[in-house]
């Protein structure tokens, strides 16, 4: 079983629908927890850290439930520059510094 | 303005060779990463430094050797490459809770 495990998609949506891409993680020790962005070919990005009281950023809502070990994140309003591969990260410690990544879950915008 | 940089970008050499990639990050940061990003797609962490003293070793061949001359560097140096090490190389610095990568080095070994 992977640590973290991401659907890979792809999501085909139109502009302006909203997308929710799930994730799960197997170890319960993990402490903190993020969204990462990967463009094609390109090195990931901090999107956002996810809270356990979920938190949002614009368009973008990450949610987090410890008891069942599951991160979401919701994307409003789509937009074409949205398309990308969206990474669920976990560390086990509160620092972020021993990071593992899931397999990502691509999303493609379409006009 | 480059913050966390990689060199070379791409890498195209035969098994057998030994090699080495460049990481320079001029974010002050104290601790800094490489990471393999296999044909999956998957990024695993291999080693972190802290202020120069290895941290993190994610059971990586021996073949694999980090070497951080100061913090703000981080190379890696890879002997005897094998088919499998073909892959995508980030390096990465981190600040608080969020990683910085490099632009990556794409390994490929014929």
């Known amino acids: 079983r992977k640590e973290v495990e991401q659907d890979p998609g792809p999501f085909n949506v139109p502009e302006g629908a909203t997308v929710a891409f799930n994730c799960t993680y197997s170890n319960s020790a993990s402490q903190s927890f993020f969204w990462y962005r990967q463009d094609c070919r390109k090195e990931p990005k901090l999107l956002m850290s996810v809270y356990s009281s979920g938190n949002e950023d614009g368009r973008f809502t990450a949610q987090l439930n410890r008891a069942s070990q599951y991160i979401s994140l919701l994307i409003r309003d789509s937009k074409l520059s949205d398309s990308a591969t969206y990474l669920c990260?976990?560390?086990?410690?509160?620092?972020?510094?021993?990071?593992?990544f899931g397999g990502g879950t691509r999303l493609m915008v379409k006009p | 303005d480059t913050a966390v940089s990689q060199t070379p970008k791409y890498l195209v050499t035969q098994m057998g060779n030994d090699k080495s990639i460049k990481c320079e990050q001029n974010l002050g940061h104290d601790t800094m990463y490489w990471y393999k990003q296999d044909s999956k797609k998957f990024l695993k962490i291999m080693f972190s430094?802290?202020?120069?003293?290895?941290?993190i070793n994610e059971t990586v061949p021996n073949r694999f050797s980090p070497k951080s001359p100061d913090k703000a560097h981080l190379n890696l140096h890879i002997n005897s490459l094998e088919l499998g090490d073909s892959a995508v190389y980030f390096c990465?610095?981190?600040?608080?809770?969020?990683?910085?990568f490099g632009p990556g080095t794409r390994l490929t070994v014929l």
């Open positions: 990260v976990v560390s086990i410690d509160n620092a972020g510094n021993m990071l593992t």
């Open positions: 990465a610095s981190r600040s608080y809770n969020e990683q910085f």
């Open positions: 430094y802290n202020n120069k003293e290895l941290i």
